[in-house]
């Protein structure tokens, strides 16, 4: 095995460590949703399977000095671990946050004043707009490393969104009820 397969390999590594971690993260953010029809989705465990398999192969491919098989199980692998990333990221957004937070907005109760509008307004914009940056960095070629930038965003966007449910009584009553609702 070469230096630079060695090196390749110790990236690859670290790349999967950080989507362990990524995913835990997204996977904490569903369980304090406390929705039973909410669930997280099979894809970024699956993918996660799928980026061990193309590790073990590049891992074999180095062993065996084979330089175009290390060049494309890495391709492979960090394609797993950007889509399943994405995937999970994705579907937390536009199946749960964005449905809620636009009940809430149309919601003509007294929780939902002017102030509170604007404030969900802002969560959604912000939430559709990191779907669809997730959804055009799907189309560039980044490592996995280089790709979960935006999930420090989604976080301070969720702790936006749930600031003014801990301010407003009545408003964190609403969001349960239509919670509850999707």
């Given at each position: 095995?070469?230096?630079?397969?060695?090196?390749?390999?110790?990236?690859?590594?670290?790349?999967?460590?950080l989507?362990?971690?990524?995913?835990?993260?997204?996977?904490?953010?569903?369980?304090?949703?406390?929705?039973?029809?909410?669930?997280?989705?099979?894809?970024?465990?699956?993918?996660?399977?799928?980026?061990?398999?193309?590790?073990?192969?590049?891992?074999?491919a180095?062993?065996?000095?084979?330089?175009?098989?290390v060049?494309r199980?890495?391709?492979?692998?960090?394609e797993?671990?950007?889509?399943?990333?994405?995937?999970?990221?994705?579907?937390?957004?536009?199946?749960y946050?964005?449905?809620?937070?636009?009940?809430l907005?149309?919601n003509?109760?007294?929780?939902?004043?002017?102030?509170?509008?604007?404030?969900?307004?802002?969560?959604?914009?912000?939430?559709?707009?990191?779907?669809?940056?997730?959804?055009?960095?799907?189309?560039?070629?980044?490592?996995?490393?280089?790709?979960?930038?935006?999930?420090?965003?989604?976080?301070?966007?969720?702790?936006?969104?749930?600031?003014?449910?801990?301010?407003k009584?009545?408003?964190?009553?609403?969001?349960?009820?239509v919670?509850?609702?999707?």
């Open positions: 095995m070469t230096t630079e397969h060695q090196e390749a390999l110790d990236k690859v590594s670290k790349a999967l460590f989507y362990v971690d990524n995913i835990f993260i997204i996977k904490s953010i569903y369980d304090t949703i406390g929705n039973a029809h909410v669930h997280g989705i099979a894809s970024p465990y699956l993918n996660f399977r799928d980026a061990l398999f193309h590790y073990k192969k590049m891992y074999d180095a062993s065996n000095n084979d330089n175009v098989g060049i199980q890495n391709a492979c692998l960090e797993h671990l950007n889509r399943g990333i994405r995937d999970f990221a994705v579907n937390l957004c536009t199946n946050f964005i449905p809620v937070i636009h009940l907005m149309n003509k109760s007294k929780p939902v004043d002017d102030q509170i509008f604007l404030r969900l307004r802002h969560v959604y914009h912000e939430l559709k707009g990191i779907v669809a940056e997730i959804r055009l960095g799907g189309q560039q070629l980044m490592s996995f490393d280089n790709n979960a930038y935006w999930l420090p965003k989604i976080i301070t966007v969720i702790t936006d969104f749930n600031a003014p449910l801990g301010e009584p009545l408003l964190k009553r609403l969001y349960d009820r919670n509850k609702s999707i």
